[in-house]
């Protein structure tokens, strides 16, 4: 039987400001990706993310990002691999930390924004964050853009990888996302939202804004919980996806 983990962004409130409906969206997942305060989110905020994901036996994964609240993590900033490794395990050690709090412990890091698309092509960052991880101990897993420079960096650090996809982004030919700041990089409508997660993960291929089919590999199911109607996606793809006979749990 296939499979495929469905995670989403979460935790991304910070003080008054709320982003996203966690508590409606937790049950439908089977992975959290926590923010850990550099890009959104603060330590009550983690807190209460991380305990809303144990109450659901959700896995709990940490999103390290850029220091750039304002622009949410999505402007690219000039950073040296040494201060992505210490992003990352700064970041990623905060919400671990919260974990062992709950009784459980962290599952994986997927990086956020920028940063994520910066090391999904950059040889070094992607090293950087993998050898995070590998230090981060505990068997802690790497989310990382399917086919990129994270997939290949995991494996040579000894870190299992798995191989995400998008559910409501665009892909270039090259198997990259495609910019958020260019029309048609957001996925807003449902049918076509469940026509490209059943190609990835059913055919193992999905269709570029370009025409062109690119072979992907599709171990876990990206959500952005800040998007309006993530909820309503949600039910969607599981329903799309247990009607095919695809079974829908944590990765790894």
């Known amino acids: ?5 469905l995670n989403c962004d979460m935790g991304e409130s910070f003080g008054a400001w709320t982003m996203g409906d966690d508590a409606a969206i937790m049950p439908l997942i089977t992975s959290a990706n926590v923010a850990a305060g550099f890009h959104a989110g603060d330590p009550g905020t983690i807190r209460d993310t991380v305990r809303l994901a144990v109450a659901h036996g959700v896995a709990i994964g ?24 210490d992003l ?8 671990a930390a919260f974990a062992r709090a709950a009784g459980a412990a962290l599952h994986h890091v997927k990086a956020h924004g920028a940063l994520y698309n910066m090391a999904a092509t950059d040889d070094a960052l992607a090293d950087a964050i993998a050898g995070a991880v590998k230090d981060l101990g505990g068997g802690v897993l790497l989310y990382g853009l399917s086919g990129s420079a994270m997939i290949g960096a995991a494996q040579r650090h000894g870190v299992r990888a798995i191989g995400e996809v998008f559910a409501d982004r665009t892909y270039q030919a090259d198997g990259t996302l495609t910019p958020r700041g260019r029309p048609g990089a957001m996925i807003t409508d449902e049918a076509q939202s469940v026509a490209q997660v059943l190609s990835m993960v ?37 329903g799309a996806l247990a009607e095919r006979g695809i079974e829908v749990k944590v990765a790894g």
Do not use: N, W
């Open 1 to 5: 039987m296939k499979s495929i983990d």
């Open 88 to 95: 990352v395990v700064y970041q990623a050690g905060a919400v």
């Open 202 to 238: 059913g055919e193992g291929r999905v269709r570029s804004v370009d025409g062109v089919d690119v072979p992907i590999r599709a171990e876990t199911l990206c959500l952005h919980g800040d998007q309006p109607g993530a909820v309503a996606f949600a039910k969607a793809l599981r």
């Open 62 to 85: 940490a999103h390290p990002s850029l220091p750039d609240l304002a622009g949410f993590g999505r402007r690219v900033m000039k950073v040296t691999p040494r201060e992505a490794y």
